[in-house]
T-cell receptor
Framework: DARVTQTPRHKVTEMGQEVTMRCQPILGHNTVFWYRQTMMQGLELLAY????????DSGMPKDRFSAEMPDATLATLKIQPSEPRDSAVYFC???????????????FGQGTRLTVV | GQNIDQPTEMTATEGAIVQINCTYQ??????LFWYQQHAGEAPTFLSYNVLDGLEEKGRFSSFLSRSKGYSYLLLKELQMKDSASYLC??????????FGKGTTLSVSS
């Protein structure tokens, strides 16, 4: 059963601490997305990778957020230092672009619920 | 940028039909997606339209008019389990999906 796996599922941390969220995309998917979801803003795109290269990270606050793909099976999103306003659910999604067998574009993981106190 | 508008909330009763509208403004349009998201869960894919017209998939159908920047999701024979948020998302060529804020549908008996 192919699925996107995210860890941890829940994280509570104190303001100022570093937070690292991990994502394992579906095997064979070459496109990875990070989204953040809040009640006020809905789902916001933070970053977007294809073949491990960042294509768009314009939605990500560069001073504290960073996203990487050390290899094809792992994507990471780091926040340092974390702030209370970063509290949200962070979703990772993966897919294949149209023309490479893709259509649905994004399969979502279960998310990491982050609370910064 | 992209503006994607959909109603915040809708209510309906079991067995009824409901239509959730979505309007968008974007350049380089390359498809419109609908996702379903139950509370506390991940969004899951429902439908994809890139050409004008109606796509039917069981109880769910999605319509697109590119010239009007308009789509709707039609849910028939509503069931309690259809209570969820429905997210409209637009795809531009070369970029990721951009989502609307979602419509929360409540189905009552």
């Amino acid at each position: 059963d192919a699925r996107v796996t995210q860890t941890p599922r829940h994280k509570v941390t104190e303001m100022g601490q570093e937070v690292t969220m991990r994502c394992q995309p579906i095997l064979g998917h070459n496109t990875v997305f990070w989204y953040r979801q809040t009640m006020m803003q809905g789902l916001e795109l933070l970053a977007y990778f294809r073949n491990r290269a960042p294509l768009d990270d314009s939605g990500m606050p560069k001073d504290r957020f960073s996203a990487e793909m050390p290899d094809a099976t792992l994507a990471t999103l780091k926040i340092q230092p974390s702030e209370p306003r970063d509290s949200a659910v962070y979703f990772c999604a993966s897919g294949l672009p149209p023309g490479q067998g893709g259509n649905t574009e994004a399969f979502f993981g279960q998310g990491t619920r982050l609370t910064v106190v | 940028g992209q503006n994607i508008d959909q109603p915040t909330e809708m209510t309906a009763t079991e067995g009824a039909i409901v239509q959730i509208n979505c309007t968008y403004q974007t350049s380089g349009f390359n498809g419109l997606f609908w996702y379903q998201q139950h509370a506390g869960e991940a969004p899951t894919f429902l439908s994809y339209n890139v050409l004008d017209g109606l796509e039917e998939k069981g109880r769910f159908s999605s319509f697109l008019s590119r010239s009007k920047g308009y789509s709707y999701l039609l849910l028939k024979e509503l069931q309690m389990k259809d209570s969820a948020s429905y997210l409209c998302a637009v795809k531009k060529a070369g970029t990721a999906l951009i989502f609307g804020k979602g419509t929360t549908l409540s189905v009552s008996s």
